[in-house]
């Protein structure tokens, strides 16, 4: 791509002094692994000043909303080990060049991957920041080829209710479905995420891939991902279709449009204890400088 996101934190500003001084020893044990062994962290353009602690990894891993194993925050640490992650593909389809069921591994070996730390907070329930480890989407879909009508991406999650069993409930119109405009999915903000904390994603973070985009609330970012498709209309999206007046298309994080039933204006890291003190939610997750002029003209009240 002709440019690159500077990472805003250094692997040693994410983590943990323990974990940090292992890097090499946990490194070199990662790459021998195919899907998940995303090689090593990149430390570069580093140097900017850092606010924020990570989450712990127990944090990350044991407050989640995954529905296809309930609607519980607890619940898809319990059940999400039932879904098998290996092998897997990713069917990309629709308006590109080079249509075709990828297998992870052989996509994971072509991509020249380079590993960054984002930094990330979800306020649609709580608020996390999270070292990921994974690549931009804008790499992905340059080496599958975007075809010139092609102005949204869809996504989809695995549809197999034998291992996930929310699946068997209508709470949700299976499978799972998101959706970006191109322009969104090319900003070197979205990533395909496959690990965090330097390890293969755990189940219940959407292993083995899964979107992040940290800009927009949480539920954006659509786990366990097997099919991306090209698109020349706006693709429909799981929250849309459940409850089209609460949650539109875009999604950006937006503290002067409320949620109907709930106010939007103010977060709370979680892991910051609950005595801790709400913080006013920043428009676009703080990431205004980078991703406001996509939006450039736009009444972000109507397209929310
Ligand atoms: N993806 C799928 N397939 N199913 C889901 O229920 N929940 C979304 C999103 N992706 C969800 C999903 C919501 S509401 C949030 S807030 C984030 O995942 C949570 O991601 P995390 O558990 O890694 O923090």
Known sequence: MAYRYKSDLSIRDVTPESFFINRRKLTLGFSAMAAGGLVGFN?????????????TLEEISGYNN?????????????YAGALTTEPWSVKIDGMVENP????????????????R???????EAWSMVIPWRGFELA???EFVGVKKETKYVAFETLL??????????????????????????????????????????PNQNGAPIRLVVPWKYGFKSIKSIVRITL??????TSWSIANPREYGFYSNV?????????????????????????????PFNGYGKEVASLYEGMDLQAFY
């Open 117 to 123: 730390i984002y930094r990330f907070r979800c306020v």
């Open 254 to 282: 937006n503290p002067a449009v409320d949620h109907p039933r709930w106010s939007q204006a103010s977060e709370r890291k979680i892991g910051s204890g609950f005595v801790a003190k709400r913080q006013p939610t920043l």
């Open 100 to 115: 075709g069921e990828y297998s992870l591994s052989d996509l994971l070996k072509k991509m020249v991957l380079e590993d």
């Open 231 to 236: 698109m020349e209309e706006q693709p429909r």
């Open 139 to 141: 790499d992905l879909l």
């Open 43 to 55: 430390t570069a353009n580093s140097e900017e000043a850092v606010t924020e602690t990570p989450n």
């Open 66 to 78: 995954y529905y296809e194993f309930g609607t519980g925050k607890g619940d898809p640490a319990k």
């Open 160 to 201: 197999r209710p034998e291992e996930m069993w929310g699946q068997k409930k209508n709470y949700l119109d299976w499978p799972y479905r998101e959706g970006l405009r191109l322009d969104e999915a090319l900003h070197p903000l979205s990533i395909m995420a496959t690990g965090l904390y330097g390890k293969a994603l």
